[in-house]
C-alpha cells in the first residue's frame, strides 16, 4: 500500500474561490508530482518538485501554485477557482535520484467548480 | 519531448481470454523505464509491470507480461486469463533521465462474463 495520501477527496467550490489541494506522503520521497486528468483521458503533469524548496512547473500551462517547505507536504493551490479547471488532480511521489523509480499514486481530489 | 502514445481508446476481452494492449513511445534517449499503470473505477492508480530499456527480458508480474521490441519502441501489455477485476483504464508511462514521467492517453479495457 502506498502511503500518499491526498484530501479533500470530492471538492465543489463556486467560482472565484481559492483553494488548496493537499498531498503528503510518509515514505521520504524527495520527488513529488501533481497530475491533472480530465475522465477518461491522459494525465497531463502540471508541477513537481525534486525536494524541498524545489518546484517546477510541467507540461500543462497551470494556474496552479505548489510550495514543497516540507518533504511530505506538497499542496497545490488556486487562487481564484473557475469552471475550467474542474478536472481531477492526482499527486504522485517517487524517490528520486534515478529513472527506475517507480510512482506512488494518491487517490486523487475530484474538483468541480460551478 | 518524449512522447507516449496508445492506439486503442477501448478493447475488450472475454473473460479467461488473453489481450494485448499497445503502446508506442518516441525517444531519443537509450536509458529510461516503461510502466503500465492500471486505473480501477476507484480511480486509484496501481501499477501493474515496469521494464528496464537496458534489459532484454521481457517483464512478467504474474497473469501480466510485456513484449518490449526497444528498435521500434514498442511496449505491449498481455493479459492472460483476463479476470474481471482486471477492467479499468491502462496507462502506459515513460520516463528518462530526465525524470519527469510522461503519460499515454490510455486504454479503457472491458471484461465480459
Known amino acids: 500500500e502506498a502511503d500518499i495520501y491526498q484530501t479533500p477527496r470530492y471538492l465543489v467550490i463556486g467560482t472565484g474561490k481559492k483553494i488548496t489541494l493537499e498531498c503528503s506522503q510518509t515514505m521520504g520521497h524527495d520527488k513529488m508530482y501533481w497530475y491533472q486528468q480530465d475522465p477518461g483521458m491522459e494525465l497531463h503533469l502540471i508541477h513537481y518538485?525534486?525536494?524541498?524548496?524545489?518546484?517546477e512547473k510541467g507540461d500543462l500551462s497551470s494556474e496552479s501554485t505548489v510550495s514543497r517547505i516540507r518533504t511530505e507536504h506538497f499542496p497545490l493551490t488556486l487562487e481564484s477557482a473557475r469552471p475550467s479547471h474542474t478536472s481531477q488532480y492526482l499527486c504522485a511521489s517517487s524517490v528520486g535520484g534515478a529513472t527506475n523509480e517507480k510512482l506512488f499514486f494518491g487517490s486523487g481530489t475530484q474538483l468541480s467548480v460551478l | 519531448a518524449q512522447t507516449v502514445t496508445q492506439s486503442q481508446p477501448e478493447m475488450s476481452v472475454q473473460e479467461a481470454e488473453t489481450v494485448t494492449l499497445s503502446c508506442t513511445y518516441d525517444t531519443s534517449e537509450s536509458d529510461y523505464y516503461l510502466f503500465w499503470y492500471k486505473q480501477p473505477p476507484s480511480r486509484q492508480m496501481i501499477l501493474v509491470i515496469r521494464?528496464?530499456?537496458?534489459?532484454?527480458q521481457n517483464a512478467t508480474e504474474n497473469r501480466f507480461s510485456v513484449n518490449f521490441q526497444k528498435a521500434a519502441k514498442s511496449f505491449s501489455l498481455k493479459i492472460s486469463d483476463s479476470q474481471l477485476g482486471d477492467a479499468a483504464m491502462y496507462f502506459c508511462?515513460?520516463?528518462?533521465?530526465?525524470?519527469?514521467?510522461?503519460f499515454g492517453a490510455g486504454t479503457r479495457l472491458t471484461v465480459k462474463p
Open positions: 518538485s525534486y525536494g524541498v524548496n524545489s518546484t
Open positions: 521494464q528496464e530499456a537496458y534489459k532484454q
Open positions: 508511462a515513460y520516463i528518462g533521465v530526465v525524470d519527469d514521467m510522461r
